[in-house]
Structure formats: structure tokens, C-alpha cells
């Protein structure tokens, strides 16, 4: 069973700096793309960044130029440095997959737990 657990959450005061993570387990998978949404108190999960087709990364207009999200293909880990944090920034964020299982009949969405993240001003 694949599952994806987020890690790095906390608190921090604006304009630091948090790194989350987020860990693929299982066996016999592959991740066809990935990336990492959010959801604040009252409003609609958002997308904030993911790898499209080609290994490129998608940045949500309001975290770029302060997010990087980076891969380890190694380890089935993708991470997602914060910098220059605002307190609208706080939220749950979630790690999101798309993933196929061998044998399954084709590739599923996943979803992390979340791991929140609270900016004090």
C-alpha cells in the first residue's frame, strides 16, 4: 500500500523559513507527478506548486519567488523549501500524488495527511 506522509510543519514568525517534506512508501510504484497544495481556515485547498510533465515546476503567483520545491527521486521524496514566510501562508499543506501501482489498473490520487504551518506576524 502506497502512502504519502508530510513532515516539517511549525511555527514560525514572518519572514522565516520552514522546509516540509513529503515521503512515498510502499513498493512497487511510480509517481507520474506530484506536488503540494493548501488550505487555510474557511477557504478552498490551492494548488502551491507541482512538477508538470517535462520535470518542470508550476508556482502558484503567490509563493514565487519564495517557494522551491525540489525532488529526490531516490529516496521518493519531494521537499518544499518556504522562505520569506507571511502569515497568509498559514495553512495545512498537503502532499499530492498521482501514482501507479503495479498490477493496479492505472495511476490513482494520493493525498498526505498534511502537516501545518502557522506564520505569526
Known amino acids: 500500500q502506497v502512502q504519502l506522509v508530510e513532515s516539517g510543519g511549525g511555527l514560525v514568525q514572518a519572514g522565516g523559513s520552514l522546509r516540509l517534506s513529503c515521503a512515498a512508501s510502499?513498493?512497487?510504484?511510480?509517481?507520474?507527478?506530484i506536488g503540494w497544495y493548501r488550505q487555510a481556515p474557511g477557504k478552498e485547498r490551492e494548488l502551491v506548486a507541482t512538477v508538470i510533465s517535462g520535470g518542470s515546476t508550476n508556482y502558484a503567483d503567490p509563493v514565487k519567488g519564495r517557494f522551491t520545491m525540489s525532488r529526490d527521486n531516490a529516496k521518493n521524496t519531494v521537499y518544499l523549501q518556504m522562505n520569506s514566510l507571511k502569515p497568509e501562508d498559514t495553512a495545512v499543506y498537503y502532499c499530492?500524488?498521482?501514482?501507479?501501482?503495479?498490477?493496479?489498473?492505472?495511476?490513482?490520487?494520493?493525498w498526505g495527511q498534511g502537516t501545518q504551518v502557522t506564520v505569526s506576524s
Open positions: 510502499g513498493s512497487g510504484f511510480s509517481i507520474n507527478g
Open positions: 499530492n500524488a498521482d501514482i501507479y501501482v503495479v498490477g493496479s489498473s492505472g495511476p490513482h490520487d494520493y
